[in-house]
């Protein structure tokens, strides 16, 4: 979280998306989640999100080519107005703002598009209206919003549990590089979620020396072995030890995700993994020129959208003053 605090006109923040080295997810708790054990890292994919003074909550979005806006709401239940608002009320204050969103996240991809542009609100307002909140503060009021939104204020890398939502910053001493395959057609994060509980025992029970008796079934945990190979940089201790728990019910709800992955592979990826609850998947490469090879690769197999990306990157910060 960076950038100047002087008042000025409008503001624009940018925020990155999101990938996850690792998503550990338990059993369904009783209020309806997961508990997650998960390691963000934040790649070089942006929207940007300019601020105004208004006299009533707007929204506009805009994107690059690659992204398809549909799914966008452009009303008071875009994730950057609740920002707005929630940020507001906690200052007792009864304002209102012009929020221009432009998209280069893709949508729906599981790369976090949403958050990041509640993320970038929540910090534009802050500098346009002078608020000075506390990052301990917006960290929280982040939480509040959605899972994914504390992360997009860090950036960098770092460590969730709970809903994800509890971060806490991760020694990310690589350079890294990505490409980063879209698809067309989106899954739903709820269904993948759905899938998983059915595919997923909700006990364990040992087949020594009393089957019947149910065993505890612990939350998940972050490898040893990946938070190593992010602290030395090591990109093959990093290709073994990168998961993701959702990946299998995805792929089953898309088998065609499959091929993606297939192509991937032969196309020289060091690893593949599935993007948050998909459908993007990530193929990590050795350096910047290997990312570019394999995107070549990538696209003529058919898959039009592919971008090499670095990471880990800045988390929301402010670009401009107006």
């Known amino acids: 979280m960076t950038g100047d ?12 998306a999101k990938i996850n080295l690792h998503l550990g997810v338990g059993v369904v708790r009783s209020d309806g989640f997961h508990p997650l054990a998960t390691v963000y890292q934040a790649v070089g994919l942006y929207d940007d999100v300019l601020v105004a ?28 107005v609740r920002a707005g608002r929630t940020l507001a009320a906690h200052h007792g204050l009864e304002k209102a703002a012009r929020i221009e969103i432009h998209k280069g996240i893709p949508v729906a991809g599981g790369l976090a598009g949403g958050s990041a542009d509640a993320a970038a609100t929540l910090l534009a307002l802050d500098r346009l209206w002078s608020l000075e909140t506390s990052d301990a503060d917006l960290l929280r009021i982040a939480g509040e919003l959605g899972s ?11 460590t969730g549990h709970g809903r994800g939502e509890l971060v806490e ?10 490409v980063v395959v ?9 269904a993948v979620y759905r899938h998983f509980d059915e595919l997923t025992p909700t006990e364990l029970t040992p087949t020594e020396p009393t089957p019947t008796e149910p065993v505890e079934v612990r939350d998940p945990t972050i490898p040893e072995a990946l938070v190593e190979a992010l602290r030395t940089g090591d990109v093959d201790l990093l290709a073994a030890s990168i998961g993701n728990d959702l990946q299998e019910p995805a792929l089953d709800l898309r088998p065609d995700l499959r091929r993606t992955f297939s192509d991937g592979a032969e196309a020289g990826a060091l690893a593949t993994l599935l993007s948050g609850s998909g459908p993007t998947v990530l193929l990590l490469c050795r350096d910047a020129v290997h990312a570019r090879e394999v995107a070549g690769a990538m696209r003529a197999s058919g898959h039009e959208h592919c971008w090499p990306v670095p990471a880990p990157v800045a988390g929301a910060h402010v670009v401009s003053y107006d």
């Open 53 to 80: 003074e208004a006299d009533a909550w707007l929204v506009t979005v805009t994107g690059a080519d690659h992204v398809a806006l549909a799914e966008v709401p452009q009303d008071d239940s875009n994730i950057a």
């Open 5 to 16: 605090r002087a008042p000025s006109r409008s503001v624009t923040v940018r925020a990155a």
């Open 182 to 190: 879209g698809n067309d057609t989106g899954l739903s994060t709820p």
């Open 148 to 158: 994914d939104v504390p992360f997009a204020l860090l950036g960098g890398a770092a």
């Open 169 to 178: 910053p991760l020694q990310d001493n690589g350079v890294w590089w990505w």
